[in-house]
């Protein structure tokens, strides 16, 4: 059973526009959540975490949002640039077990020119 | 190194044979994983080591899967008599400290795994 989803597998937002990249989980026991970043050929880079105490963590252009409530969590990326396309991975961890995350499928986000 | 390195970059096995992929990790990182991504899906948890010591294993799909890092350093990760749903890209990460949340994992690019 997935309990990290990513339900939108593409997103492709114009250079200089807004890109909103979605994640819903189902266990609220969670307590971090983590976004990566995966070029083709090459592994995951981290981009940005937040703790389940925080709702909201920012580095730059990119922002997470955290909906407790709503089990839901997005990144912001303002503004957008084409060097953005890649696929975003969100992940999630217990304080107890940390060394395991549970992974989202993946969205591909692609920044037009 | 400068990063992950993990050997070969892509693999073919025909059914029924062993494999071995290799893991080397960001010299003096302490802790190691191994992570399955099959086509279009995340990448999934298999195995965590902490210096040579293999701490957690329980992602590991069947006991046809092992894997080692006896020196604390190099890891293999191994999977007996392929089968075609191991046809995956094999991640291996490592990150600095004994693990702890929110710590950040370093990836190699991964064994693309294709059995025929």
């Known amino acids: 059973d997935q309990q990290v989803k990513q339900n939108s597998p593409s997103l492709s937002v114009q250079e200089g526009r807004i890109s909103i990249l979605n994640c819903d989980y189902t266990n609220s026991m969670f307590d971090y959540f983590l976004w990566y970043k995966k070029y083709p050929a090459e592994g995951p880079t981290f981009l940005i975490s937040i703790s389940s105490i925080k709702d909201k963590n920012e580095d730059g252009r990119f922002t997470v949002f955290l909906n407790k409530s709503a089990k839901h969590l997005s990144l912001h990326i303002v503004p957008s640039q084409p060097g953005d396309s890649a696929v975003y991975f969100c992940?999630?961890?217990?304080?107890?077990?940390?060394?395991?995350?549970?992974f989202g499928s993946g969205t591909k986000l692609n920044v037009k020119p | 190194g400068a990063g992950v390195s993990q050997s070969p970059r892509y693999k073919v096995a025909k059914r029924g044979q062993d494999v071995a992929l290799r893991c080397d990790p960001i010299?003096?990182?302490?802790?190691l994983f191994w992570y399955q991504q099959a086509l279009g899906q995340g990448p999934e948890f298999l195995t965590y080591f902490q210096n040579e010591a293999q701490l957690d294993k329980s992602g590991l799909p069947s006991d046809r899967f092992f894997a080692e890092r006896p020196e604390g350093s190099v890891s293999t990760l191994k999977i007996q008599r392929t089968q075609q749903e191991d046809s995956a890209v094999y991640l291996c990460?490592?990150?600095?400290?004994?693990?702890?949340?929110?710590?950040?994992?370093?990836f190699g690019s991964g064994t693309q795994l294709s059995v025929l």
């Open positions: 010299s003096g990182h302490v802790s």
């Open positions: 992940a999630a961890s217990f304080d107890r077990n940390f060394n395991k995350f549970y």
């Open positions: 990460a490592s990150s600095l400290e004994p693990y702890r949340a929110n710590e950040k994992l370093f």
